[in-house]
């Protein structure tokens, strides 16, 4: 018949207040080597004691936070409230590092933003002025093309009528000039 080992949870002390160890079902600390007849069930048996156990250390020390105030001594009611105020402090102060950090990234994305814009808004002025110079001088050339078109056609008219003049000298329609 072979002796189990015994199953208490071990205890490390750390700052005081004593931890348990994890303990590894597949590799238990008390055999070298595993064995056909090692079975698992006081491996988890332990880990059930130490999940036990730790259920009970959390809830005494959520619990036993609350009984120091209330009913502890003038020095450890003042230790509270100073516990109390430096959390209090502490979060406040990560409160505002958080802010200025929102702001300034705020701040550089808005700069950002704005220089956006402004680079949109020159762009945008730049090609309405390109646009209007454009158009300004296809109505400066397109002008220039009607009045050479309208001088050339008094040009050709005054031509053509001093042609017919030149020929109606020489051959006039009225041969005995009674229609003056």
Known sequence: MS???????????VEGIRS?????PLHPPWTNRRTVSLETINAHDLIG????????????????????PVYGSIASKEQYRKDI???????????LHREKTNFTSKLG??????????????????SRQRRFEMLKEFRDDNKKM??????????????????ERELLKFNPINWSCSLR
């Open 146 to 163: 009607a009045e050479e078109f309208s001088l050339r056609r008094k040009l050709e008219r005054e031509r053509r009528l001093r042609d």
């Open 85 to 95: 105020r430096d959390v209090l402090k502490t979060q406040m102060q990560e409160r």
């Open 3 to 13: 002796v189990l080992p015994h199953l208490t949870p071990r205890y490390q002390e």
């Open 49 to 68: 004691q130490r999940t036990t156990a730790l259920k009970q250390r959390e809830f005494h020390r959520y619990h036993s936070s609350y009984q120091v």
């Open 20 to 24: 348990l160890t994890k303990i590894d």
């Open 109 to 126: 994305e808005s700069k950002q933003y704005i220089d956006m814009d402004r680079r949109v808004v020159q762009d945008e002025i730049s």
